[in-house]
């Protein structure tokens, strides 16, 4: 079945630091979205991209789609401690549902103050 | 944010209990879902419900049985569950379901466990 692989699973890094996180699919996306779960929360939804090589930014946040509308990726510039928790990506493909979102598994970040 | 709700927000039950979690969406949203969070594994999509019609079981066991009695309201009925079924159970909602661009809103969920 389709799937959307993220990386990485964990992250753990300095305040300051920056971090970024990846998704991959086999097939070509629709549309992808980014959402972020605090620790004991909920998912959040966080931005949607939907043209092929799309960047939008959000403050310390930098979301891109790829080229070829397959990958995507999530940058945070100079972490902070309130950015902590999981971030996800949730893709849709082309002819299927468009209720269906393949969500990746998250990529927990931890920041050490 | 309390656009969704969900109730209870921790759950313990035995397997042989009878349970119900509920959601309620105060977006004037015409879809409802209910999802799966289990560790290490991606939120798996249960039911889809547009308009108070499910239009998505996506081969759940039938010890799991939704309700959606309108549009702001869903609920999923629990028995005879297994131990494996303990997770964080997530309801959402979105404007519609053919829409190509929606956003889907999630509640706080509720954190089960069967004991």
């Known amino acids: 079945g389709q799937q959307v692989m993220q990386i990485p699973q964990y992250q753990h890094v300095q305040e300051g630091e920056d971090f970024t996180t990846y998704c991959n699919s086999s097939?070509?996306?629709?549309?992808i979205q980014w959402y972020k779960q605090r620790p004991g929360g909920h998912p959040v939804f966080l931005i949607q991209l939907v043209k092929s090589g799309e960047v939008k930014k959000q403050k310390r946040l930098t979301f891109q789609f790829g080229e070829a509308k397959k990958n995507s990726s999530l940058h945070i510039t100079a972490t902070q401690t309130t950015d902590v928790g999981t971030y996800f990506c949730a893709g849709r493909y082309s002819g299927g549902s468009n209720y269906k979102l393949t969500f990746g598994k998250g990529t927990l970040l931890t920041v050490n103050p | 944010e309390t656009g969704v709700t969900q109730t209870p927000r921790h759950l313990v039950m035995g397997m042989t209990n009878k349970k119900s979690l509920k959601c309620e969406q105060h977006l004037g949203h015409n879809a409802m879902y209910w999802y799966k969070q289990s560790a290490k594994k991606p939120l798996e999509l249960m039911f889809v419900y547009s308009l108070e019609e499910r239009v998505e079981n996506n081969s759940v066991p039938s010890r799991f049985s939704p309700e959606c009695p309108n549009s702001s309201h869903l609920f999923l009925h629990l028995h005879t569950l297994q131990p494996e079924d303990s997770a964080l159970y997530l309801c959402?909602?979105?404007?519609?379901?053919?829409?190509?661009?929606?956003?889907?809103?999630f509640g706080p969920g509720t954190r089960l466990l069967v004991l």
């Open positions: 097939t070509t996306l629709s549309n």
């Open positions: 959402a909602s979105s404007q519609d379901v053919q829409g190509a661009l929606e956003t889907q809103y």
